[in-house]
């Protein structure tokens, strides 16, 4: 059973640049999620994926983000003119569909760093 | 008032010592509640869930609910240092549908000392 796969992942890009991240979830998984942590924070919420419908975003995610997820299995989330405000570690997660216990269970990937200099 | 609260620490225990690990959270109608423990530099990691008002234990680890004063913890008995991590409080908020995303907590950095 492979759990979420996420890549690159560390990145390190000049300010300016656009810098894009892939997720694999869990292959029976139809929900997706993406999440940015900053250092001494918890996760916060950015992005949610059913299948390949971006049904959520949150108000963190800027104009200069966008993310896909074209056919349902793996997303794809793209910072353009990327800031040093930008620099996180960009989390995916993935779970089952459901109102119960597995729906509400979430895994995280092991995360992408970013680093804009 | 913060969605999710926890004391950020740094909590200190010695090893084979009880850790506690404190939540408060705002939402009256939040039903489950998930601790994470994050290594350093690592992603969060799941560790326990609890539903209902008592407590859940999995091995070493005991999570506590209280709905009415909207409190959850999380004990780790006999502590290892393999323990020292930070642990995250996490509650899942509606998104779309029957979906919730989890909004955490700022984590609370444990230590355990050999």
């Known amino acids: 059973d492979t759990g979420v ?8 890009t000049k300010r300016g640049q656009n810098v894009t991240f892939r997720c694999d979830p ?28 971006q049904l959520e975003k949150s108000r963190l995610l800027s104009d200069r983000f966008s993310a896909e997820r074209p ?24 779970s089952l569909e459901g ?8 895994y995280f990937g092991e995360g992408s760093w970013l680093t804009v200099v | 008032q913060k969605e999710v609260e926890q004391n ?19 939402d009256r109608g939040s039903q489950s509640f998930f ?6 530099g690592k992603s969060p990691e799941l560790i326990m ?11 070493r680890f005991t999570a506590q609910l209280n709905k009415a004063s909207q409190y959850v913890s999380l004990l780790i008995r006999d502590s290892q240092p393999s323990d020292s991590a930070t642990y995250l409080c ?14 955490f907590g700022s984590g609370t950095q444990l230590t355990v000392l050999p």
């Open chain 2, 90 to 103: 996490a509650v899942p908020r509606k998104v779309a549908g029957s979906a919730r995303q989890l909004t």
């Open chain 1, 99 to 106: 109102n119960s216990v597995r729906g509400n269970t979430i």
């Open chain 2, 49 to 59: 869930s609890i539903y209902s008002n008592g407590d859940k234990e999995d091995g």
């Open chain 2, 8 to 26: 950020s620490g740094p909590l200190s225990v010695p090893e084979g010592a009880i850790a506690s690990l404190n939540c408060t959270y705002s």
């Open chain 1, 5 to 12: 796969s996420q890549d690159p992942r560390h990145k390190i």
């Open chain 1, 26 to 53: 869990i292959s029976e998984h139809n929900r997706l999620y993406w999440y940015r942590q900053t250092l001494g924070q918890g996760p916060e919420f950015l992005t949610y994926f059913q299948n390949e419908a």
């Open chain 2, 35 to 40: 601790w994470y423990r994050q290594y350093s």
């Open chain 1, 71 to 94: 056919k349902g299995s793996f997303s794809t989330l793209e910072i353009q003119r990327t800031e040093q405000g930008d620099s996180a570690m960009y989390l995916c997660a993935s």
